[in-house]
């Protein structure tokens, strides 16, 4: 069977946490999420999400901890087991979130409890609210 390995990042500023929206077009569009996505082949997965979130969003983080890990069975039916890790991260600087258009939509920072009223996937919503 296949896996495929994701990673994520929650980025939080002022009490807020980052969650980016799937464009239209794409897989689970108009669903939030954390920054994040896929590890290359023979990339670390700390290495990894920083690098996704620099496609995906234009900031730059470091990785503080590992948050959670979540693993689960692909929804679209593939015989594929998906593994994915979510990471504390800190902003190296402060800067405006510029997205990448054709992944992300729209971004936002968040309470938890603004958070509840998004249609996020559970282990994002285990992320965002877990400890906040």
């Given amino acids: 069977m296949e896996e ?4 994520y990042c929650r980025i939080e500023r002022a009490g807020a946490v980052l969650v980016i929206r799937r464009a239209r077009g794409f897989f ?8 994040g996505g896929g590890v290359e082949s023979g990339e670390r997965p700390e290495v990894a999400a920083i690098r996704e979130v ?22 679209a039916g593939r ?6 890790r979510v990471y504390e991260a800190t902003e190296r ?3 405006t979130v510029t997205l ?3 992944e992300h939509d ?7 409890e603004q958070a509840a009223a998004l249609d996020l996937a559970d282990h994002f919503r285990d992320a965002v609210f877990d400890g906040a």
């Fill in 93 to 95: 600087e402060s800067r």
């Fill in 106 to 112: 729209h971004h936002a920072w968040v309470t938890p």
């Fill in 79 to 84: 015989p594929m087991r998906i593994h994915a």
């Fill in 28 to 35: 689970l569009a108009g669903r939030w999420e954390l920054p």
């Fill in 54 to 75: 620099g496609e995906e969003t234009g900031l730059s983080v470091e990785i503080v901890e590992e948050r959670s890990t979540h693993s689960w069975m692909d929804i």
């Fill in 4 to 7: 495929k390995h994701l990673v």
């Fill in 100 to 102: 990448n258009p054709d």
